[in-house]
């Protein structure tokens, strides 16, 4: 699981987690390390997304309003999907990891669990909330680090758009709940 | 002995011939320099084509690098090359699976059935025998491969060929901006015909006036009268001056040498070269570039001329090259001419043959004659290189420009619904007139005799929300 001291891994942890700290970079950096501060960034964007840009300009200011189709409706992204763009952006630019927001109650039901891990690290979540999920998996032939993060409701707008959405598999959302997970996938060398 | 010599000289006439050959052959294949304008070459390389061409790559099918960047490239440099041309169009259109969604190591045994991390996993080309409508190369039923399960999510779906996913007016794999679910319900109750139909016009001069790069230290948006011109008097003919002072370029403050003079050392340039028209209309001259009249050159080839074109086209028209004053002219660079006699004067289909005749024909005919107001005359540019958006990100502004790429709004035909359809009709009209291919024939003249369900479907859902 930990990498030998100098490692590729560790050199690149660093630079993608923007981690201006030489010695992690010097004696390796594990993948579940790499993960948890890669995850840290996400999840303080996402946040910081939901409460300072989205819940306060639609729903404090009421000043514009945030939507799926928000380049018809000239309006600001939904958080899962500023989520999503920066998860796009990041494959595209074939960065050494991957990740997405999943469910398993997705509104796209292309977001529902595919893999064995995804719906194991999912449902653990749900069962315990407070504890990220990690587990290694083979897909097409590579082995991957996966870590499951929950993803909660932070804010009303998360439970009243989730709850009323027809394409919602779930409607009896509270704040705080689990919502989904994020999906973090490490190539494994 | 003379057996021998003889078989020496049949040898050596051997070896010559095949080193002329293969000569020839490396010159036509990998000498990249105008190697498809060259009479001997082109020949090799039309010899060595794998496969007649789709109709959207065959007028550069010589210019072999244009897509084999590379000899004997690999894979990415050819979907770098296919990403060259119609990246941008793909982001434009929001493509709905794109690159990312196929990386992802989810989806790694989808990736196992169909590799659509590139181009050419749907799309080969030199492949006519397989290549149907849009270039792909799939069975028609390909959606099946990823979406097998859409009946259990979507029941009003449970039963439907795969083969009608795409083939019946509601899908489409890259771009579905007309398509979407809200999008049809939000346009479900338009009717047939809006009750204001004008098309976007130009806003040409709202752009230069903001725009960083327009020249208008040179050129000040402020209209010139006739004794302002600044050609010499040689070339200061009545035709020409008479006619620039009929245009939009005059009253904008266009002189004469914005066009006829070179830029660094102010020589007066008889003839400009299309170029010159690009310094101000960047967008126009790009998108000319990446359109069916323009892509030749952007290949570097000579330019398209309808005697190459596989669309039926004029006799007599045959050797005309085109640039933009073929359809525009010189001096009082006609929008009007532009916009139909000049498409009329080369393309002879059953679809251009029937514009004179359609009801389209008659509003621009009104219009042209000053009966109706500005925008609601419908041109073959109307459809075809309509006004379209473009962001300058760069500048923090956006403009309408005329997109001279007419595949942008063509194939399929529902991109063409929100930048053209959707000024005079409503959604599900546009839709249906769309899906009934001999109604394009007879350029709409008539009403639609077929009808895409997706409106109905969405609609239906929408009442019943929740018991699917």
Known sequence: ???KKGSRLGVGAAVLAGLAAPALAADGVSYRQMADALHAVMEADRTVYTRV???????????????????????????????????????????????????L???????MPKTAVEREGLEALVANPATPFYKDEVLGGT??????????????????????????????????????????????? | ?????????TLHLWLAATAIGAAALAAGLFMTERAAERPLLAQVRKAFLPGATTSGHHQIELACETCHTTAFGDADSMQAACMGCHGDELEAADDKHPLSKFTDPRNAELLASLDATRCVACHIEHRPEITTAM????????????????????????????????????????????LYEDFLLRHAAAPAELPRQIRPLARFAETAAVLPTYPSDRYPLEPLGRAQHDAPAEAATVEAIEGWLGTAHARAGVNCGACHRDSATAAWIAAPAVEACGTCHALESASFGQ??????GSAGLGPMTPAQARLPMRLAAAETALDCATCHGAHDFSVRRAAVDACLGCHADRHSLAYEDSPHAELWRREVASDAPEGSGVSCATCHMPRAEHRYPEYDFKTWFVQHNQNDTLRPS???????????????????????????????????????????????????????
């Open chain 1, 53 to 103: 840009v989205v819940n306060r300009l639609q729903n404090e200011e009421k000043v514009i309003t945030a939507s799926e189709h928000w380049q018809d409706d000239k309006a600001l992204p939904l958080p899962a999907q500023m989520f999503r763009f920066g998860a796009e952006m990041v494959a595209e630019r074939n960065a050494g990891f991957t990740y997405s927001l999943l469910s």
């Open chain 1, 143 to 189: 082995t991957y680090f996966t870590a499951v993060y929950p993803d909660k409701a932070i804010s009303p707008a998360c439970v009243s758009c989730h709850n009323g959405h027809k394409d919602s598999p779930r409607t009896d959302f509270k704040l705080n709940d689990v919502m989904g997970g994020v999906v973090l996938r490490i190539p494994m060398q």
């Open chain 2, 135 to 178: 270039a792909v190369t799939q069975p028609d039923d390909y959606c099946v491969l990823c979406h097998r399960d859409v009946g259990t999510e979507r029941p009003s779906h449970a039963g439907l060929a795969f083969t009608t996913c795409a083939s019946s007016g509601c899908h489409n794999f890259h771009d579905n901006r007309a």
């Open chain 2, 1 to 9: 002995m003379g057996g021998m010599r003889h078989g020496r000289v």
């Open chain 2, 291 to 296: 359109g069916k009249h323009g892509m030749r």
């Open chain 1, 105 to 111: 109650w997705a509104v796209n039901k292309q977001n």
């Open chain 2, 414 to 468: 529902e991109k063409m619904i929100r930048p053209v359809c959707q000024s005079c009709h409503g959604l599900s009209f546009a839709l249906d007139a769309l899906a009934d291919a001999e109604l394009v024939e007879r350029n709409f003249a008539g009403a639609p005799s077929v009808h895409v369900p997706s409106i109905d479907m969405a609609v239906a859902r929408e009442r019943g929300a929740g018991t699917e």
């Open chain 1, 1 to 3: 699981m930990f990498r």
